[in-house]
């Protein structure tokens, strides 16, 4: 079983920029696929990003490719997403989610094993 923690959400100014960690423990995190989720309020939960166990490829949701940057550490046993630009539609609640399912893309989070408990990320403009 693998136990996700996230950090690193704040309330920052638009154009400004953060840098999310998911921590991991457990076995084997290097195994896991690992993906950032956000909800804003009253919306539903949408992936934002993913990192492969495999080789590390990355992808991105549209609206925030050239702007966000996921990468992973395994010998911390930690996946980061930096996000630089932000406007105030970045804002909501941050999830990180593991997954031995999913290779490859943006997979619904019912692909999803493991959950983080979310870091809130609010933009003002």
């Known amino acids: 079983e693998v136990q996700l923690v996230e950090s690193g959400g704040a309330l920052v100014q638009a154009g400004g920029s953060l840098r999310l960690s998911c921590a991991g423990s457990?076995?084997?995190?290097?195994?896991?696929?690992i993906g950032w989720f956000r909800q804003a309020p009253g919306k539903e939960r949408e992936a934002v990003s993913f990192?492969?166990?495999?080789?590390?490829?990355?992808y991105y949701k549209y609206s925030v490719k050239g702007r966000f940057s996921i990468s992973r550490d395994n010998a911390k046993s930690t996946v980061y997403l930096q996000m630089d630009a932000l406007n105030p539609e970045d804002s909501g609640a941050y999830y990180c989610?593991?997954?031995?399912?999913?290779?490859?893309?943006?997979?619904?989070?019912?692909?999803?094993?493991?959950w983080g408990q979310g870091t809130q990320v609010t933009v003002s403009s």
């Open positions: 457990g076995v084997s995190f290097e195994d896991y696929g």
């Open positions: 990192i492969s166990s495999s080789d590390g490829t990355t």
């Open positions: 989610a593991a997954t031995v399912r999913v290779a490859r893309g943006l997979a619904p989070e019912d692909a999803y094993d493991y």
